[in-house]
């Protein structure tokens, strides 16, 4: 199994999410991730899906297919290596009285991750990295007790030097993988 | 409101002239018509009801410019449209309301879409503010028919029509073509709008830009392999049709000199008189078109998808041969056969680019290959079905007499089943654009409501459906269409009293377990005498002729049933999951 991070780039329509959502559901492809956002370009937003496939021959095809949507300007799919990539995750962790207390000076230094909230008895940790990193810091962190995790998704940039004003607004045909 | 049609009418008396402005504020549902009107839209095929109520007033006073046909069952309209578009190229437009209007629409939407037909549907839709309120035949269209639409769209204000109306028309009929669903929302057809009514043709939506015209290196990678080809071998598919590039395959054909067959919705694209025809692929397509597809050294796929009914196993389908697959739609390219040498672009446009490049050529030894297949399946299938000497009388002569009588000329409207392979096998279809059957989905009932939106369509051309009695039975309340707006439509019901193809299925496959496909049918003359159309049974091989001459000489729709064998089986037999070399005869 690999995993493919696949950009698209679409008008900011009603609907859209669903459009290329079913053309995964279609080929039973689990998607593992999915982020939504407005690029630099108004109008125009970012679709940022991870899955895992162990055939690069049926990711060519899907992103194929999801080229073929009206509202879809253009697909990338890339393999871990051409991105750069990054996810957030926030962890609740609880600090009552009396519990093993927080190192967060070794945390900082070693984890990058940082306390962004706190109250009397829990506090809130933000750490960006990858999916590995954040799950190291999930093995560190567990002990103390999570009240609460959640992880943002892969945002993702690709390796080439262009950017997506050249491919925009031309829209050629065009798509990597 | 009405004042305002009224003087509407009488300061536009040309409505078709483009790009008219119209000063006075239009209803959203004046705006559906008026923009109707200048796209060029002549039928309508619908069915009222409350959501689409404002848009049936506006259109009382279009009736003049806008021939609205009323179907039976909003299936019909659908199916209908696609006829209407498979013979004139242009969009069939649906016009339905609400809830179940619209999910009456779906398998039709469904069927356009994989056989790549323009459609354009208006479905009415509650007001925007009852949205999510599950009001009254409220139905998610357009969460609905997202995965079968090549494009879908909720209209909530009456400014938006003219531009989505252009943009719809553009979109489903340009590219690869296929259906599209105009959601409106019941406010937006009510409330004015806000700005003088302007309609502009669409031409461009910037993140659709279907490629036309080839790129030059592929076209000339494509053209090299078909110059170093000893057997190269063309498929033409239903892209050539849309394409209205029969002229440009001919000459391609011609200059060549490679053997061509066609897929199911290719039939007609090239008149099978011709020398380099070799017959018709799939399932039960000709024996030696099929088993050269695994003999050849080049195979030429043109506007064609290697459906799984023309390759069998893909995975044992041509593996001998390079590929050279020339396509409209990119998404296609190496979806079931890896291409060596794809060329998107339009038909027409690729076939334009090569001529030049390809050179003159004879394959009539490579051409001469395929007829000792060809004896053999004259011996063995097609004398014996078309000469037959069974009490009963055979599918396959019916439709072969047919042929001769009609010449080839007439447009055949097949439905699914063992009576759709065998007009596509027994029809000698020698005008393009002849052949309207639902390939991709299989659709049982589409030939009915097709057959009359293809007589409306092109009202010059003969138009006979071929239907079995079990499909008849799915959609024969169209008949009331077809009295009520006498559509001369020809109606032949091939009467096995089974449901064949599943039938034949069970005997080869299933030991003969015949699991509910015997039917008890009611009476069809008599139904449609109780429609207004005449009809009669012919049961025996001596009244056939002359029971096709009625038909045919019949200046008002005409049914003609004909009993023929139960058991009849459809040869030759590609069975599902092998590969096209283990054809059977028999």
Not at chain 1, 81 to 93: C, G, Q, R, T, Y
Not at chain 2, 228 to 257: M, N
Not at chain 2, 355 to 369: F, G, I
């Amino acid at each position: 199994m690999n995993t493919y991070t696949i950009c698209i780039f679409t008008e900011n329509t009603i609907g859209l999410l669903n459009r290329i959502t079913i053309i995964f559901t279609r080929r039973r492809i689990n998607i593992e991730s999915l982020t939504v956002s407005e690029t630099e370009r108004m109008g125009v937003s970012r679709f940022t899906i991870v899955i895992k496939h162990d055939s690069r021959e049926a990711v060519e095809k899907l992103v194929r297919q999801i080229r073929k949507i009206i509202e879809v300007m253009a697909v990338f799919g890339y393999l871990n290596d051409e991105i750069v990539s990054n996810e957030i995750a926030l962890f609740k962790i609880a600090t009552p009285l009396g519990s093993k207390p927080l190192d967060i000076e070794y945390i900082n230094k070693n984890f990058n991750a940082w306390v962004v909230y706190w109250q009397l008895d829990y506090v809130v940790i933000e750490k960006t990295g990858s999916e590995k990193q954040i799950f190291e810091f999930f093995s560190y962190i567990k002990p103390h007790g999570i009240l609460e995790f959640v992880r943002s998704g892969r945002v993702a940039v690709g390796k080439t030097e262009k950017g997506l004003v050249e491919y925009l607004p031309e829209y050629e045909w065009e798509y990597y993988l | 409101m009405n004042t305002t049609v009224i003087e509407l009418t009488a300061e536009k008396p040309q409505p078709a002239v483009p790009s008219a402005k119209l000063l006075k504020p239009l209803t959203g549902a004046e705006a559906l018509m008026q923009a109707l009107v200048e796209e060029g839209v002549e039928t309508i095929f619908g069915y009222p009801g409350g959501a689409i109520m404002p848009v049936y007033d506006a259109l009382y006073d279009y009736q003049d410019r806008l021939n609205h046909i009323l179907v039976r069952h909003e299936q019909g309209a659908a199916h209908a449209a696609e006829g209407y578009a498979r013979v004139t190229g242009r969009a069939g437009v649906c016009l339905v309301t609400s809830g179940p209007g619209a999910t009456n629409l779906v398998t039709g939407i469904a069927d356009a879409l994989i056989d790549s037909t323009p459609m354009v549907c208006l479905v009415g839709q509650v007001a925007v503010k009852l949205l999510g309120t599950d009001a009254f035949q409220e139905t998610d269209v357009i969460g609905i028919t997202m995965p079968i639409t090549k494009w879908n769209y909720q209209i909530t204000s009456a400014d938006e029509i003219p531009e989505i109306v252009a943009k719809a028309f553009y979109l489903a009929q340009s590219g690869r073509p296929g259906p599209v669903v105009l959601d409106i929302t019941k406010n937006a057809q009510q409330e004015l709008m806000t700005k003088s009514f302007h309609y502009q043709k669409c031409e461009k939506v910037s993140s659709y830009r279907p490629r036309l015209v080839p790129k030059q290196e592929q076209v000339e990678k494509a053209a090299e392999l078909i110059n170093k080809a000893r057997k190269p071998y063309i498929l033409v598919g239903h892209g050539v049709l849309i394409s209205k590039a029969e002229k440009e395959l001919l000459a391609f054909v011609e200059k060549t000199g490679i053997p061509v067959a066609t897929t199911l919705l290719g039939q007609s694209a090239l008149s099978v008189d011709h020398p380099l025809y070799t017959g018709w692929l799939g399932m039960h397509g000709n024996y030696g078109s099929n088993v050269m597809t695994n003999q050849c050294d080049l195979l030429i796929g043109i506007g064609m998808r290697f459906d799984d009914r023309v390759t069998g196993n893909a995975d044992l389908f041509a593996r001998q041969a390079k590929v050279v697959h020339i396509e409209i739609d990119p998404a296609e390219i190496d979806k079931v056969i890896k291409a060596d040498a794809p060329v998107i672009g339009d038909v027409k446009e690729v076939l334009n680019r090569l001529m030049p490049l390809v050179n003159e050529n004879d394959h009539t030894a490579w051409r001469n290959e395929f007829r000792k297949y060809d004896d053999i399946e004259d011996e063995k299938v097609t004398k014996p079905a078309i000469a037959p000497t069974t009490e009963k009388i055979k599918m396959a002569e019916a439709i072969n007499l047919l042929s001769k009588k009609t010449r080839g000329e007439a447009v055949m409207v097949a439905d699914v089943g063992q009576h759709q392979m065998m007009t596509s096998a027994y029809y000698e279809f020698k005008k393009p654009h002849s052949l309207v059957t639902s390939g991709g989905l299989g659709t049982m009932g589409f030939a009915l409501p097709a057959a009359f939106g293809a007589k409306v369509g092109d009202p010059s051309r003969e138009v006979i459906a071929i239907i079995g009695d079990g499909c008849f039975q799915m959609t024969l309340q169209e008949l009331g269409t077809i009295a009520q707006n006498k559509l001369p439509v020809k109606i032949i019901i091939l009467n096995n009293n089974y449901l064949g193809m599943v039938r034949q299925w069970q005997q080869l496959f299933f030991e003969r377990r015949y699991s509910f496909v015997e039917l008890q049918n009611p009476d069809f003359i008599t139904i449609a005498k109780g429609f207004g159309i005449t009809g009669h049974t012919c049961a025996q091989r001596e009244d056939l002729s002359a029971s096709l001459d009625t038909l045919l000489a019949s200046e008002t729709p005409y049914l003609l049933e004909i009993i023929v064998e139960q058991e009849e089986n459809v040869f030759p037999m590609v069975p599902a999951g092998t590969s096209v070399a283990d054809i059977r005869l028999e």
